[in-house]
């Protein structure tokens, strides 16, 4: 038996190569799995549109182009293939995505074939940032459960129970302009119509009376302006959440900032506590709410749709606000930068307003107000 000795700069270079073999098979797999993920269309003989890691096709996302944008571009491109099947495949990072280019097809999956197309793969951690499970993230029969729920809250009588909430912040709005007009200032339309929008769903979705006109650097509004303008993830972070949805929910990779989470889910939860300690009613959203989650029915509904927990109500507020404020207020800032550009429009506009209103005794109501119709034309 002899010892056999190993010289420093052998385990060295055993450890290299080692390292090195690591690395290769290392390299091959996530090239095999790459290539396994961009064959998702290929396999399915649809046609696309060959992509490129790590982004696919929408390298330009979020950088220059809207997400939105780079989906127009491709569908002008591929909507009128001759002979096409009336979609094309696409990739966002690894993740295939199917462009529908064919309205009766588009129809079809939305309207006849819905049951087969409920998800919207949004990713959504319930765990570790609650919000994020509301009810445009959810899937499943989980989804179900919850839009069974949720649906009853937007029916027209409710609405219409809803507008003098609306009404009142409207009041503020046109005191407030007023105000400005004799003074002579220069009003920014867009940031006024973030103001009335912050006041309305946060009055009708939180119970708050912001005073968005008198107080425009409020809480609620800077914690909402936060949430819009302020990204809380590395673009790294993005693709694992996006690409890797299991992976990220176990890493505990969240969508909003802590504060704001905190923030929103404080707020509904001392509004529900002080409306329930003290009996109090509104008519608002989050009324509706409310008795979903201590009776599992709304109010003259005799079917039971089942209770909401106090996360669920936080999350459907949320949603609430963050799907209600950037549409809603960009639409009216557009809507009135065009009325002005455009003086006869405006006038005209003006007219189907005062008709309505001439038929409802003067009155701005909820149903004078579905009676303007020209002015709905002009919104759309």
């Known amino acids: 038996m002899h010892n056999v000795s190993t010289s420093p700069m052998e385990l060295v270079v055993a450890s290299v190569a ?37 982004y696919g096709n929408f390298k330009e996302m979020g950088k220059s182009i ?13 909507k009128n ?20 280019t064919n309205l009766r097809l588009a129809k079809r999956i939305l309207i006849e074939d819905f049951h087969y197309f409920p998800d ?37 009588g409710r609405m219409k129970a809803a507008f003098p909430l609306v009404l009142g912040i409207a009041e503020q709005f046109c005191e407030f302009l007023r105000e400005q007009h004799t003074v002579g200032d220069v009003v920014e339309v867009r940031d006024l119509m973030a103001r009335f929008t912050t006041d309305v769903i946060g009055s009708y979705a939180f119970g708050l009376e912001c005073n968005s006109f008198r ?24 693709f694992i959440m996006k690409t890797f949805r299991g992976l990220a929910n176990r890493l505990g990779l969240k969508l909003l900032h802590d504060d704001v989470s905190t923030f929103f889910q404080t707020v509904i939860r001392q509004t529900i506590e ?40 936080a999350a459907q507020a949320f949603i609430f606000f963050t799907a209600g404020f950037e549409t809603s207020s960009s639409a009216m800032t557009y809507t009135l930068y065009e009325l002005a550009l455009n003086q006869e429009l405006q006038q005209r506009a003006r007219e189907s307003v005062m008709d309505a209103l001439e038929k409802h ?20």
């Open 18 to 54: 080692s390292f090195g073999a690591f690395l290769a098979t290392l390299c091959l797999g996530v090239y095999v799995f790459v290539v396994r993920k961009y064959s998702f269309w290929r396999t399915r003989h649809v046609p696309y549109v060959e992509p490129a890691l790590p």
């Open 66 to 78: 809207h997400p939105a944008h780079l989906s127009q571009r491709f569908y002008e491109q591929y």
């Open 81 to 100: 293939v001759a002979d096409g099947p009336g979609f094309v495949g696409l990739y966002i990072f690894l993740n295939p995505v199917l462009l529908v």
């Open 120 to 156: 919207r793969g949004v990713y959504f951690n319930e765990k570790d940032d609650p919000l994020s499970a509301h009810l445009f993230a959810i899937e499943g029969q989980r989804w179900k459960d919850l839009r069974a729920k949720i649906t009853p809250t937007f029916t027209s």
């Open 215 to 238: 107080d425009p650097q409020n809480e609620f509004r800077r914690i909402g302006r936060k949430h819009f303008d302020t990204p809380r993830n590395h673009p790294l972070k993005v």
């Open 274 to 313: 002080h409306r329930e300690r003290h009996g109090m009613q509104r008519n608002d959203f989050l009324d509706l709410l409310i008795r979903l989650k201590n009776t599992g029915k709304l109010e003259g509904a005799n079917e039971m749709v089942g209770r909401l927990s106090g996360d669920e109500i």
């Open 361 to 380: 005794d003067g009155v701005l109501s909820y149903e004078s107000s579905k009676n303007m119709l020209y002015l709905d034309q002009c919104i759309y």
